[in-house]
Each structure stands twice: as structure tokens, then as C-alpha cells.
């Protein structure tokens, strides 16, 4: 086979640009540390570790989630547990304000104190995280979730929605809470709401304790009260079964329009038969049958709504024992009240501190997983100096021979022998 000088000397260059770009390669690796210096150097691995930052990325992002949200429920657990010990201090204030020896003079300076609580009560349900958003407001963390109504009263301002965060690729935890679920506890004086009710037909609460003795008792179910055009009744509850008296008899009978109707027994309640009963059935204001929900209401008082109701007790004079007796029921349910919304303040603690510790479990994940993820990158992307320094040196010596061999070959003539 014949072989030219041409083809010599082509293949003479082009093993020493291939040594050069080899070299030049190694060299480049070396300068940046970096094994992949651009995707063409090794497609698969480039994209593998465009997966594995994008990774780190969102493990990063849920840190900072974690790190937002622990400062916030540590501060939610702080400021529950400020205002529980807040509630100890009413409820020491409703025991001392019960003794028969004070004065009204004394009654009152507790009552000043009492205030001075419940004022520092509204501002830590009030309470603002490092955001500028507020720690009970729900959803609506721009909304100041208890407001007062210059009446001695507070209402709810805030929604009963919660936010959730994500701590990890499917993961989340609850980031917020409703006041309205952890303050507004208290039951407060039951009541049954008609409705679709005639003209002239009202509802009233005679006994109180009556009437929540049967929602406890059978539920808060809605009842029905059957009327007639001929002034009958019937009572029934929600499976449209009879309402019975303490006697086992069921509750039904006739009135005359305009008449009260007596359901103490066993409901704690009245009510006013419409008026006019008309006989006509087909010419009625009130139908021949007319059915009216009596819907239970059941509204829910907070600790704030206790300590008003402690500062009113205090203050009022004591003038007889008729009036101190009311004034020890008074105080005696205060500290109920104070009771119920502290199992309430322990419950959402609680629940607090199991978020907290769910929170630190998933950091510890997130934690590992981004050294997993940091080792593998940096097994793709970080360079061997020890491999690269050696592979330099050969590629170094390789490319000193290519050239040396090229000199001697390109030496080589006919020319040299004639």
C-alpha cells in the first residue's frame, strides 16, 4: 500500500490537535475545579445535575419554610401561655373578690385590676408575628382578629380558615390558627331561632339552664313545631318524633291567637301563637299546617367576654344577702368559664408543640437529604485533582511524543538517499 507524504503529514497534525484539545481540556478542569465545564462535556451527567440543583433549591426553600414557621408557632405557644397564666390571675381575683369580708370599696379595686388583665388579655390575642401579620386571625393575617366594641363587648374579626406550608416535597404543616377556635369556647345562654315562622309567632328563653340541659342531653339538633290553622300544636324533633315532658306525654294541645304558650317542661321555653288564626284553610296567613324550625343558637363567648363579666360582678354593691348570693353565682360561673377556656389553652399547646417537634423531624430530613444531594453532585460535578493532575502529565508527555514523532517522520525524504 502506498502511502504519500500528504497523508503523513495529515495524520502527523491531526494527532497533535487532538493531544492539544485533550491537554487543553484537562488544563481547563484543573483552572475551575469543575469535572463538567459546559452540558457537551457529558449530556446525561449535565442534566442529572441541573436535577440535582434544582433540588437543593427547593430544600433550601423549605427550610426557610421551616425556620418562618417555628418563630411563629414559638411565639403562638409564648403568647398561650401568657395569656393562661393571665386567666390564673382572674381566677384568683373571682375567689378573693368572693369573700364575704370586702367591702364594695374592695370589690371595685379588684375589679380595676381585673380590667387591667383583661385589656392585657386583648392585646396578646392580638399579637402580631415578626411579619406584621396576626397570630390568630386565621387566613386573614392583615385583620385584627378581636375587636372591641366600646360596649364592654369583643367580636371576632378574623375567618375560621387555616394556611398551610409546605416543609418538604409532600409534606405540610399548619402555619396558622383561628382565634375563634382556641378563644371563643364558652358556651354562652342557648336560644332556638324560628324559622320560616308566621307573623306574630316569637320564641322566648324562660329557663336557661332548662333549655341547655336538652341540647346537651339530645343534641343541637333542630326541633319543629307543627301549627294549625285552628290554633293546634304539635312539637316534634329532627327524626319528626315526638317531644315529650318529663311526664312521657308529648308536647301538642290548642291555643288561641295572641296566646303564650308554656314549654318549660322540659325545653325552658314559650311561645306566642301567631295571630290571626284564621279557619278558612284555604284563605290563611297562617297555612292549615305550618311547619317552624326552631333552629338551637348556642353563641360562643371568649375569656374576654369572662373577665367582663367578672368586672361587672365586682362592681356592683353588695346592699343585702340576696344580692350577695347573686353575686357568688356570678363568680362562681366566671370561674367556670375561666376553666373552659383554659383546657382550651392547654389543648391548642398542645397541639402547638406537636407541630413544633413535626417541624424539627422534617428539618432533620431536609438536613440529610441535602447531604445526600450535595455528595452526589459533587461527585458528578467536582473535579479529582490527583486523577486530573496524572491525566495531564500523560496527556502532557503523549503530546511531547506526537510532536517529536511528527519531526522525525516529516524528515523522511527520497531526496536524502539520491
Do not use: C, H, W
Not at 403568647?79 to 378573693?96: F, G, H, M, P, V
Not at 409532600?170 to 396558622?176: D, H, K, N, V
Not at 314549654?263 to 306566642?272: A, Q
Not at 422534617?362 to 496524572?390: G, P, W
Amino acid at each position: 500500500m502506498r502511502i504519500s507524504s500528504l497523508q503523513i503529514f495529515n495524520t502527523g497534525v491531526s494527532n497533535m490537535q487532538k493531544g492539544q484539545t485533550a491537554l487543553a481540556k484537562t488544563q481547563e478542569q484543573i483552572s475551575t475545579g469543575k469535572n463538567l465545564n459546559r452540558p457537551s462535556d457529558d449530556p446525561v451527567a449535565a442534566a442529572q445535575i441541573l436535577k440535582y440543583r434544582r433540588e437543593l433549591a427547593a430544600t433550601e426553600t423549605y427550610q426557610e419554610n421551616i425556620t418562618v414557621s417555628q418563630r411563629r408557632l414559638e411565639l403562638e405557644e409564648l403568647t398561650l401561655q401568657q395569656i393562661n397564666d393571665a386567666s390564673d390571675r382572674l381566677k384568683e381575683l373571682a375567689i378573693q373578690g368572693n369573700n364575704s369580708t370586702l367591702n364594695n370599696q374592695n370589690r371595685a379595686g379588684i375589679a380595676e385590676e381585673a380590667k387591667q388583665i383583661q385589656q392585657f388579655v386583648l392585646g396578646l390575642m392580638n399579637t402580631k408575628d415578626a411579619q406584621g401579620e396576626y397570630l390568630f386571625s386565621g387566613a386573614k393575617g392583615d385583620t385584627q382578629p378581636f375587636v372591641a366594641d366600646g360596649q364592654d363587648g369583643f367580636s371576632y374579626a378574623g375567618d375560621t380558615e387555616v394556611r398551610f406550608i409546605q416543609t418538604g416535597p409532600s409534606a405540610l404543616i399548619q402555619s396558622t390558627d383561628a382565634g375563634r377556635d382556641i378563644f371563643q369556647v364558652v358556651p354562652g345562654d342557648p336560644s332556638l331561632k324560628p324559622l320560616n315562622a308566621p307573623a306574630g309567632l316569637t320564641v322566648s328563653v324562660n329557663e336557661v339552664g332548662l333549655l341547655g340541659d336538652y341540647l346537651d342531653d339530645k343534641g343541637r339538633t333542630d326541633l319543629t313545631l307543627k301549627l294549625t290553622s285552628s290554633g293546634g300544636y304539635t312539637l316534634v324533633d329532627s327524626a319528626d318524633l315526638p317531644v315529650n315532658d318529663s311526664n312521657n306525654n308529648p308536647i301538642s294541645g290548642t291555643a288561641v291567637a295572641g296566646a303564650t304558650v308554656d314549654l318549660t317542661d322540659p325545653l325552658g321555653i314559650s311561645f306566642t301563637m301567631p295571630s290571626p288564626l284564621l279557619d278558612a284553610p284555604n284563605t290563611s296567613v297562617v297555612p292549615p299546617v305550618s311547619a317552624v324550625t326552631l333552629r338551637p343558637e348556642v353563641p360562643q363567648r371568649s375569656i374576654l367576654t369572662t373577665a367582663q363579666d367578672l368586672i361587672e360582678a365586682l362592681k356592683t354593691p353588695i346592699t343585702d344577702q340576696a344580692s350577695r348570693e347573686e353575686s357568688g353565682a356570678k363568680l362562681a360561673r366566671v370561674m367556670d368559664e375561666i376553666g373552659i377556656s383554659q383546657d382550651s389553652l392547654r389543648q391548642a399547646v398542645t397541639q402547638l408543640g406537636g407541630r413544633l417537634v413535626t417541624l424539627e423531624n422534617q428539618s432533620s430530613v431536609n438536613q440529610d437529604y441535602d447531604i445526600f444531594t450535595q455528595t452526589a453532585l459533587l461527585n458528578l460535578e467536582d473535579l479529582d485533582y490527583a486523577s486530573a493532575i496524572a491525566k495531564f502529565s500523560f496527556q502532557e508527555v503523549a503530546l511531547q511524543a506526537a510532536q517529536q514523532t511528527f519531526a522525525r517522520v516529516n524528515n523522511l525524504s527520497l531526496f536524502n538517499y539520491l
